[in-house]
């Protein structure tokens, strides 16, 4: 399975951007780069997916390199709710698509 | 429309029974995923059902087993529980998961303990 790199733990202010990174060197050309986030206390959420090109919707935008070895997740104005545990997950066919969660970046939010 | 539900919530068991577990999709979704969470492994994938078929499956012993019915509704059942079988179990459903974009809409999860 394709693996990520992300860092342990990041801390914002309240109403700053957030850029989440994640490494995937070894990334391949039909892998999908999702990202979801686990609440305090609550089953995971998605929050955004792509392929190639960078990726906006109403929680977030991805921004994706160009070799596609490495992505970040950007909160445009991180609030305290967006306090969470982020995780980056490559999708193959090789893995029948699963969503296999790595350590994650724990996000602390402070006002 | 109603989201992915899971029961019971709660469960306390002791070493050597065994548990099912319970979860509804959303209404319309065909695959259902169930993980498992612990502390030290953090989320763990242990198997997807599509359309009543195990279409996919993690590296768990075979005492971590699973079905899915005809309306969608899975479970999940351990056998021999041991104490490190104690973990929030989730569930996540969607459409179908074959091509890679489906989102997975998870569950609250049940709280399993083993004493």
């Known amino acids: 399975d394709a693996k990520t790199t992300q860092p342990n733990s990041m801390e914002s202010n309240e109403e700053e951007p957030v850029h989440l990174p994640c490494n995937h060197s070894?990334?391949?050309?039909?892998?999908?780069i999702h990202w979801y986030r686990q609440l305090p206390s609550q089953g995971p959420e998605y929050v955004i997916h792509?392929?190639?090109s960078n990726v906006n919707n109403r929680m977030a935008s991805l921004a994706i390199a160009e070799d596609r070895k490495s992505s970040t997740l950007i909160l445009h104005r991180a609030t305290l709710r967006d306090a969470a545990v982020y995780y980056c997950?490559?999708?193959?066919?090789?893995?029948?698509?699963?969503?296999?969660f790595g350590k994650g970046t724990s996000l602390l939010v402070t006002p | 429309k109603a989201g992915v539900t899971q029961t019971p919530r709660y469960l306390i068991k002791t070493r050597g029974q065994q548990v099912t577990l319970s979860c509804s999709p959303i209404?319309?979704?065909?695959?259902v995923s169930w993980y498992q969470q612990t502390p030290g492994q953090g989320l763990q994938f242990l198997f997807e059902y599509f359309s009543e078929t195990q279409r996919n499956k993690g590296n768990f012993p075979g005492r971590f087993s699973g079905r899915q019915f005809s309306n969608s509704r899975s479970e999940m059942n351990v056998s021999t529980l041991e104490l490190g079988d104690s973990a929030l179990y989730l569930c996540a459903s969607s459409h179908s998961g074959t091509s890679g974009l489906d989102e997975q809409f998870f569950g609250p999860g049940t709280r399993l303990t083993v004493l």
């Open positions: 792509g392929l190639t």
């Open positions: 209404s319309g979704h065909r695959s």
């Open positions: 997950i490559l999708r193959d066919s090789n893995s029948g698509y699963a969503l296999n």
């Open positions: 070894t990334i391949s050309g039909t892998d999908y």
